[in-house]
């Protein structure tokens, strides 16, 4: 008991510093491995986030009490029994005053502190513009400019990048209206963000008109329509959404995992489960991942499937990109084949090139599923698609045969994903001499022309592609 009790003030703690932001790293890492494996941990940082958002924000939000939200299957009951009260030792009531004095404890200490309000304070960094016009009253604002508390911002055409104090990256979409509220919260009136939160930054919360959102370590996106409505879309992790309490709504949490969504309209109607659409927050994560545009039947998924076989995952009508890592810096030299450009298409010799250790890349796979026998049983004829990605960066080179892509699934892919397919095992992922493949002269455009043969083959066209994260 008395080892619980030493647990659960070390947590507490752990949360002050975060609150406070006066965390180390290695409390920061120690925090979001606690949450990571621990239910009641998860509980009581929600619960103590919550009320620190709810005396910051000044708004009337109810705390969270549906904690059975956080567990996978119900407790157990335990039978009662009748104790004498001599057996009831001073630990039994310490523990009771941790588990349910101290939260009231950290409200006042937090009342005291949260309550003496520093308007205009720099929270957050506006970094990179695409055709933006980003203003804060009649004064346009460029990339680097600090952005501050107390102020609401526009976003009235683009796209924008803000880099929150947190750590967190914020990307909007126009059109969009919000307030910054502290380094690692924002209130969004209208339109769209897509929110990356890295494990320093767990926490990171969304207010919209009728829900607030507290993320546990993810990617997500929050869309708010004019009328106040809004939804949240989990590509990754967990996130707590609170319903705003009025005299409508009763304030009900709820507990989304990656590949669910919820909409809530704040007026009493009931909260509405979703399944995660990306393409409601397609620029901006397009945006996150250095893509500019994209033309012909190629789309963007920033989430891979958990499984990616023949067969498993897409249509074989269009070609797929998905972003397999964000940042990664190689831990060894990577040869990779050198795609060639439009004049040197036409050269049969095929060139290899090194990525020296140390280099910063983002990673990306396109996929283009073989056709396959429809629900009929027939076979679906020969596939032909083509299509043109714009990334911001130079393509450095690219995977494009069964050994190299095998060999490098779990250096520079996801190893949460499977790449075959079950049923088939191991079966052809390579692009064939036939396919066309080709960079434009600045390094950046990437042109493709794959086919796929008909007869209802088990077959794939797969090119692993590292992008430079510079200029």
Not at 3 to 30: D, G, M, W
Not at 406 to 431: A, C, H, K, M, V
Request: proline letters at 4%; glycine letters at 8%; charged letters at 25%.
């Amino acid at each position: 008991m008395k080892s619980l009790q030493r647990k659960q003030r070390a947590l507490i703690k752990l949360i002050y510093e975060v609150q406070n932001e006066t965390a180390s790293s290695a409390q920061l890492k120690e925090l979001s491995e606690r949450l990571r494996g621990d239910v009641e941990a998860q509980k009581l940082y929600v619960f103590l986030m919550d009320m620190h958002a709810e005396l910051i924000l000044e708004e009337e939000f109810l705390i969270p009490e549906q904690w059975d939200l956080f567990s996978t299957q119900a407790e157990p009951e335990v039978t009662a029994r009748k104790l004498p009260r001599a057996r009831k030792s001073l630990s039994h009531y310490l523990l009771l005053t941790v588990c349910y004095v101290l939260p009231f404890t950290v409200l006042a200490y937090f009342t005291w502190y949260t309550v003496q309000p520093v308007p205009h304070t720099q929270v957050a960094v506006l970094g990179e513009m695409d055709h933006a016009i980003f203003t804060q009253g009649a004064e346009q604002l460029t990339p680097e400019t600090d952005l501050f508390t107390g102020h609401t911002y526009q976003l009235q055409q683009g796209i924008v990048r803000l880099l929150m104090n947190s750590g967190v990256e914020v990307v909007l979409e126009s059109p969009a209206a919000f307030e910054l509220l502290h380094q690692n919260s924002i209130r969004l009136y209208s339109g769209s963000l897509a929110a990356e939160v890295n494990s320093a930054a767990v926490g990171f919360v969304v207010e919209t008109p009728s829900q607030r959102v507290v993320d546990l370590g993810t990617r997500f996106g929050v869309h708010v329509d004019h009328d106040g409505s809004s939804e949240t879309h989990v590509f990754q992790g967990k996130v707590v959404c609170s319903e705003k309490q009025n005299q409508q709504t009763k304030g009900n949490t709820h507990l989304l995992t990656a590949g669910q969504a919820i909409q809530l309209k704040g007026d009493g109607s009931p909260a509405v489960s979703l399944e995660t659409d990306e393409s409601r927050f397609s620029r901006a994560l397009r945006f996150q991942a250095q893509i500019e545009t994209l033309e012909g039947a190629i789309e963007y998924r920033q989430e891979l499937p958990v499984r990616l076989g023949a067969g498993d995952c897409c249509s074989s009508q269009r070609l797929v990109l998905f972003q397999e890592q964000k940042n990664l810096i190689l831990q060894e030299d990577v040869t990779v084949w050198k795609i060639p450009t439009g004049d040197e298409a036409a050269d049969s010799l095929e060139q290899r090139q090194t990525i020296p250790e140390g280099t910063k890349v983002n990673v990306f796979l396109l996929h283009l599923d073989g056709p396959h026998k429809d629900a009929a049983g027939k076979d679906h004829p020969r596939v032909a698609v083509n299509g043109t990605i714009h990334f911001r960066n130079p393509v450095l080179g690219g995977l494009k045969t069964d050994p190299d892509l095998y060999d490098t699934d779990q250096s520079l892919g996801r190893p949460d994903t499977e790449y075959d397919n079950q049923e088939f095992g191991r079966s052809g992922r390579g692009i064939d001499r036939g396919d066309k493949t080709e960079l434009s002269s600045s390094g950046k455009q990437l042109h493709v022309a794959w086919s796929q043969r008909g007869g209802g083959g088990i077959g794939r066209d797969q090119i692993r592609i590292l992008v430079s994260t510079e200029e």
